[in-house]
């Protein structure tokens, strides 16, 4: 079992709809969830972090923890065609020795 | 605040040959990590430093190492180069938190020929 699981997509969603992007992770130590956009070509860029369970709202975007079931989601609300990418989950352990393991990313797709 | 800078941006090299990369942190982080990325592969975690010592390694050959100067810039090296060396390799820095992540570098793109 991978540490950090993503179903890779491709996950077409048509513009204006909500595209829901889902990560399970091992670790039940794990502190810290974040989610990364990768354009093809381009480096990863953070677009947001969550630590506790519930939701956290950052514009269009919605991340959402659920620690007992070892999941976290990302909500795109009002999807555009500029949020086409790959989305990387990212988490990290327990201590600021942890590394962070990042799963294989899910690719996103918005059609006009 | 100036971002994670990597040089060079693209090599290209033949196989058997060395290469070096460097990394610059953002101002303040002393935590680099570097990730080799390829298509079939993901993002793959290299190693990490933190005050010039290795704190976490992946699952590399020996080949690739790394280092880190007191400045917190880190190099990494890959000695003998193969052609499935050939990828995009990232750098990443981050303040020594849990709960802070890492931002990235541009990445530098190597081709192995």
């Known amino acids: 079992q991978k540490e950090v699981e993503q179903n890779s997509g491709p996950l077409s969603v048509p513009e204006g709809a909500i595209a829901s992007l889902n990560c399970t992770y091992s670790d039940r130590g794990s502190q810290s969830f974040f989610w990364y956009r990768q354009y093809s070509g381009k480096s990863p860029e953070l677009i947001m972090f969550?630590?506790?369970?519930g939701d956290k709202e950052d514009g269009r975007f919605t991340a959402q923890l659920n620690k007992a079931s070892q999941y976290v989601s990302l909500l795109i609300r009002d999807s555009q065609p500029s949020d086409s990418a790959t989305y990387l989950c990212?988490?990290?352990?327990?201590?600021?020795?942890?590394?962070?393991?990042f799963g294989s990313g899910t690719r996103l797709s918005i059609r006009p | 605040k100036a971002g994670v800078t990597q040089t060079p941006r693209y090599l290209i090299k033949t196989r058997g040959q060395q290469v070096t990369l460097s990394c610059s942190p953002i101002s303040g982080h002393r935590s680099v990590s570097w990730y080799q990325q390829t298509p079939g592969q993901g993002l793959q975690f290299l190693f990490e430093y933190f005050s010039e010592t290795q704190r976490n390694k992946g699952n590399f050959p020996g080949r690739f190492s790394g280092r880190q100067f007191s400045n917190s810039r880190s190099e990494m090296n890959v000695s003998t180069l193969e052609l499935g060396d050939s990828a995009l390799y990232l750098c990443?820095?981050?303040?020594?938190?849990?709960?802070?992540?890492?931002?990235f570098g541009p990445g530098t793109r190597l081709l192995v020929l």
């Open positions: 990443a820095s981050s303040l020594d938190t849990v709960q802070e992540t890492q931002y």
């Open positions: 969550i630590y506790s369970n």
């Open positions: 990212a988490v990290k352990g327990y201590s600021s020795a942890s590394k962070i393991i």
